[in-house]
């Protein structure tokens, strides 16, 4: 068995990685990798530093060695196979506008995901949220500075995220005007209803 090594993996983002000698025993691909398609493959080894560890944790900087040659790179998802993201172009999602320009239905914008650039589409404003009172303004059709909403976006490339409330990492977002290069909103995924 011959163990391929991708040294570039800078931090971990989140969780946790484990070589799980019990679990390789027991299924033949224990972890997937996820970018554009779906890979699986076994992680053989993890080391800091030319040690070997059993496991890695948020925010360490590893190298993990992975039992078949994938190109794994930047924005690539490591997970358990019961353990699985969402992947849409179509997401839900609160925001908090932060720019003096209105967002506006069918608005275009750059959105960073974890460590990944796309181009979005705002496809609909559901409501702006009055914070003082909890109303939902389902009338609506704009947010503006420090505005709360649920918006839905369409983005270019499928995006691999889960829930805000389950996993902050992957479940957060920002918008991006591109005339201005300003940040323009800090979203947080939902689950697909």
């Not at 030319?50 to 997970?79: K, N, Q, W, Y």
């Not at 947010?143 to 996993?167: A, C, F, S, W």
């Amino acid at each position: 068995m011959q163990s391929y090594c991708r040294s570039h993996l800078r931090t971990l983002e989140d969780e946790a990685v484990h070589i799980l000698r019990e679990l390789a025993a027991e299924r033949e691909r224990p972890c997937l990798l996820f970018s554009g398609g779906k890979d699986s493959t076994r992680i053989t080894r993890i080391e800091q530093l030319g040690e070997d560890l059993d496991a890695a944790f948020a925010p360490m900087s590893v190298t993990i060695h992975l039992e078949d040659d994938l190109d794994v790179s930047r924005g690539d998802l490591l997970c358990r196979p019961n353990n699985q993201p969402l992947v849409s172009q179509d997401l839900d999602a609160m925001v908090c506008w932060m720019s003096d320009r209105p967002l506006l239905s069918r608005g275009r914008y750059a959105i960073k995901h974890t460590t990944r650039w796309g181009r979005a589409v705002v496809n609909d404003i559901l409501y702006r949220l009055d914070v003082n009172t909890g109303h939902r303004d389902e009338v609506a059709r704009e947010l503006k500075l420090n505005d709360l909403g649920r918006i839905q976006l369409r983005t270019t490339t499928p995006v691999l995220y889960d829930p805000y409330r389950r996993n902050r990492t992957t479940g957060s977002f920002i918008l991006v005007d591109e005339t201005t290069n300003s940040t323009v909103a800090a979203g947080m995924l939902l689950a697909p209803e």
